[in-house]
């Protein structure tokens, strides 16, 4: 079973620029999440999908982040301007359905440098 | 909301000695406990979970206990290997809504050859 897909692997962007990051999760998985994993810390839901229908977005910056999965399989999440503190580890995850104590599966992330 | 305390932040032990991580949580309503480990590089991976009904889990050389009174719960490494060096996460479920994980900041574990 292949694991979850994350392109790029690494980014380097300047302040102010726009970037975007392409999940793939495991095949038949119904819900996605993307994390936010600051250096020296633990990840942080920004957002969850079930199929293509949002979730939780309750801690994603909506001023600056988006993100989409328009067909229920593949997502991209996307910063518009980028700040500084924007640099992180941007992971992406599924599980099968979503429900309670339910195992997510971690792809291997794309690290943002934002200078 | 939920909120996740982990210590230590740092572990180096001998190669053989063993390794308990410990964390506490706020909610009492949370019923799942994933611990997930996390190498160089590379995406958290889960290692072994516990839920509420059970207060010890064991896999190999790795064990987890859980105190629901008190809200706390450990992870346990015996016979460490050098293999094991890595960052070590715990997490637990929020619920109502969405079921969440809230991820505790971290372990970084070296075992010494």
């Known amino acids: 079973e292949a694991g979850v897909a994350q392109s790029p692997r690494y980014k380097i962007i300047e302040k102010r620029q726009s970037v975007a990051f392409w999940c793939n999760p495991i095949?038949?998985?119904?819900?996605l999440y993307w994390y936010q994993q600051i250096l020296g810390q633990g990840p942080k839901l920004l957002i969850q999908?079930?199929?293509?229908?949002?979730?939780?977005d309750s801690q994603l910056p909506k001023d600056r982040f988006s993100a989409e999965r328009l067909k229920g399989v593949d997502s991209t999440l996307k910063i518009q301007p980028a700040k500084l503190e924007d640099s992180a580890v941007y992971l992406c995850?599924?599980?099968?359905?979503?429900?309670?104590?339910?195992?997510?599966?971690f792809g291997p992330g794309t690290r943002l440098l934002v200078l | 909301g939920e909120n996740v305390e982990q210590h230590p932040s740092t572990l180096s032990v001998q190669e053989g000695d063993s390794a308990v991580i410990k964390c506490t949580y706020s909610?009492?309503?949370?019923?799942?406990f994933p611990w997930y480990k996390q190498e160089l590089g590379k995406g958290p991976q889960l290692i072994i979970d516990?839920?509420?009904?059970?207060g010890e889990k064991k896999d190999q050389r790795i064990a987890v206990t859980l105190n629901k009174t008190a809200k706390h719960f450990s992870l346990h490494i015996t016979e460490t290997q050098p293999e094991d060096s890595a960052v070590y996460f715990c997490?637990?479920?929020?619920?109502?809504?969405?079921?969440?994980?809230?991820f505790g900041k971290g372990t970084k574990l070296t075992v010494n050859p």
């Open positions: 995850a599924s599980s099968r359905q979503g429900v309670l104590q339910e195992t997510q599966y």
């Open positions: 095949s038949g998985h119904a819900t």
């Open positions: 999908f079930q199929n293509n229908g949002v979730v939780d």
């Open positions: 909610d009492s309503a949370s019923n799942y």
């Open positions: 516990i839920r509420s009904n059970v």
């Open positions: 997490a637990a479920e929020l619920q109502g809504g969405s079921e969440k994980l809230v």
